[in-house]
C-alpha cells in the first residue's frame, strides 16, 4: 500500500492563481481531511469528508473548496490564493470518524503565495 | 518540514539519556489525547494515545503520563536514540470535536 499520497510537494503560486492540491489513498478509508501547519501552531483543520459525496468545514475554511466523488480521492482547491494561504498543507485518512482511529498523514505539500 | 519547526521550543538530549517532552492542554472535557511525531519533511505519524480514565500508558521505549488535575500531558521516551529527532506534539479530543493540536517541542538528539 501506498498509503497516503499528495501531490505536488512544492508549489509557488501568485496572488490569485488558482489550484488543486491531490490527495490520495489506497487503504479503503472512509474519512479523509486537510489540515494546514504554519510555524509555531498546531494543524489546523480545513475542511474534512466522512464518506464519498460528503463533506463539510473545519476550523479555517475560507478561500477552499473540497469534493469527495470517489473514496479514494479528496483534493483542495484554492480559488483565489493569497499569501496568507501560504503554508505546508496535510491530507489525512482514517476508517471511520471515529477518534480513536488512527489517522495517516500525507507527506505534505508545501506552498508558497507571492 | 524545517520551517514549521523554527519558532518551537527545542529539547536537547544526549543519546541513550531519556526525554521528557511536555505540552498543556486547555479544554478540561478532553477526555481523549495522542502524542504524534513529525520527522522532518514528512506528515505527522501516531505514537501513542491515552484515555482520561487512565494516568499512565506505556508503549515500546515511550511511556505517556496525564495529569487531569492541571491539564497536563508528558511523553516520556526512554533512552534516546538519533531516529527520535523529530518535532513531537500533542492533540487533545473532546467527545464529539475537533481535534486540536499542539504546536509542538523539537527534539534534538546529540550524539
Known amino acids: 500500500n501506498a498509503g497516503v499520497t499528495q501531490t505536488p510537494k512544492f508549489q509557488v503560486l501568485k496572488t490569485g492563481q488558482s489550484m488543486t492540491l491531490q490527495c490520495a489513498q489506497d487503504m479503503n478509508h472512509e474519512y479523509m481531511s486537510w489540515y494546514r501547519q504554519d510555524p509555531g501552531m498546531g494543524l489546523r483543520l480545513i475542511h474534512y469528508?466522512?464518506?464519498?459525496?460528503?463533506?463539510d468545514q473545519g476550523e479555517v475554511p475560507n478561500g477552499y473548496n473540497v469534493s469527495r466523488s470517489t473514496t479514494e480521492d479528496f483534493p483542495l482547491r484554492l480559488l483565489s490564493a493569497a499569501p496568507s494561504q501560504t503554508s505546508v498543507y496535510f491530507c489525512?485518512?482514517?476508517?471511520?470518524?471515529?477518534?480513536?482511529?488512527?489517522?495517516?498523514f500525507g507527506p505534505g505539500t508545501r506552498l508558497t503565495v507571492l | 518540514g524545517e520551517s514549521v519547526g523554527l519558532h518551537l521550543p527545542t529539547l536537547s538530549v544526549q543519546e541513550g539519556d531519556n526525554s521528557i517532552i511536555n505540552c498543556a492542554y486547555s479544554?478540561?472535557?478532553?477526555?481523549?489525547f495522542i502524542w504524534y511525531k513529525q520527522e522532518s519533511g514528512k506528515g505527522p505519524q501516531f505514537i501513542i494515545d491515552?484515555?482520561?480514565?487512565?494516568d499512565k500508558r506505556q508503549g515500546q521505549r515511550v511511556t505517556v503520563l496525564l495529569n487531569k488535575t492541571v491539564k497536563h500531558l508528558s511523553l516520556q521516551i526512554a533512552a534516546t536514540q538519533p531516529g527520535d529527532s523529530a518535532v513531537y506534539f500533542c492533540a487533545e479530543i473532546p467527545y464529539g470535536q475537533n481535534f486540536v493540536f499542539g504546536p509542538g517541542t523539537r527534539l534534538s538528539v546529540l550524539p
Open positions: 489525512a485518512s482514517s476508517y471511520s470518524n471515529r477518534r480513536t482511529d488512527t489517522q495517516y
Open positions: 479544554n478540561s472535557a478532553s477526555d481523549y
Open positions: 491515552i484515555r482520561s480514565n487512565m
Open positions: 469528508s466522512v464518506g464519498a459525496g460528503i463533506t
